[in-house]
């Protein structure tokens, strides 16, 4: 008996020094993933997808580090805290917002969506902008049929101004809808990616506010050098002239380095302000339940949001994203 112990032990042992070995290994790669979103160093047909899937990732680094400490490894233990604190530190304050609502300001409630090459329910679009009332409507993908269907549910009788660039089909066409006047603005910037119509709103009791819709190209394998430079090519947060607002699909999320860089010039995310920024907006309707948010209303230092909503359209893949906003200028 005391035999069987002792040829049991020296199997067992280089089993669990297997094991910690490759947990450890699999930390490093935690940590190099890590180290590419802090860093902003996505590139790539591989890495620009998966950037997306960052707090998915640090679900799964939580995981990880709980097999390390289990498996009482302390190397993997100690790389794995250092992860979860990063990972943590990017993605948890989308959870809870910044707290601190803009004090005073116009009212200026915008919705944006995108209708899926103009497949989304004209009648849900519609009623979503009576019964939030809407102020600005950003739409994408609209083609030709859709703005046919949005004027015959009414759209046109809730906001009568309009900015559109339809398509016959797909996802090129967008289109401005307002209810306060409309005057398009022309060679703000050079988009690059889909139809994205500029207009400056006249809101009453101030200056006039800027509305830009946004809609570059997804970065599918074969378009993610034009994909970046769409976003990269998008205006950046003035802080003179009229106050300036981005909604639309940008097919980026805050992790991504890119979109990053955006903000950085001085544009706040709605939905992250508001403490909705890890709720996703993409892909709805399918097998898969939605999974990122790519969705975003960016306001620039003299406006800011009180509140943000999604919301589902069917028929389209992606979810609508309200956002009550206070303009200060």
Known sequence: MQEDVEAA???ARPRRVWRRRLTV???VLFAAGTAVRLGGLETGVFLVPMAAFTPYFAVMALVVLGVAVVLRSRA?????????ACLAWCVVPRAFGDGAAPAGGRALRVLTANLNGGRGDAAVLVDLVRRLQVDVLSIQELTWSAMVRLNA???????????SVPDVRGPEGSGIYSRH???ERKGLFQPVGHHMPVAEVSLP????VEVVVV???APVPRTVPEWHAGVASLPPAPTSGPPRILAGDFNATLDHAVFRDLLATGYTDAADSTGNGLIPTWPHGRSLPPLVAIDHVL???RAGAVATQIFDIPGSDHRALFADLRVRA
């Open 9 to 11: 032990v020296p199997k």
């Open 25 to 27: 290994g699999l930390a």
């Open 76 to 84: 993997a233990t100690a790389i794995m805290v250092v992860v979860c």
């Open 153 to 163: 549910v009414g759209l046109n009788h809730l906001l009568p101004y309009h900015i």
């Open 181 to 183: 006047p409309l005057r």
């Open 205 to 208: 009791g101030g200056s006039p």
């Open 215 to 217: 809609h570059p190209v």
């Open 299 to 301: 306001t620039d230092s």
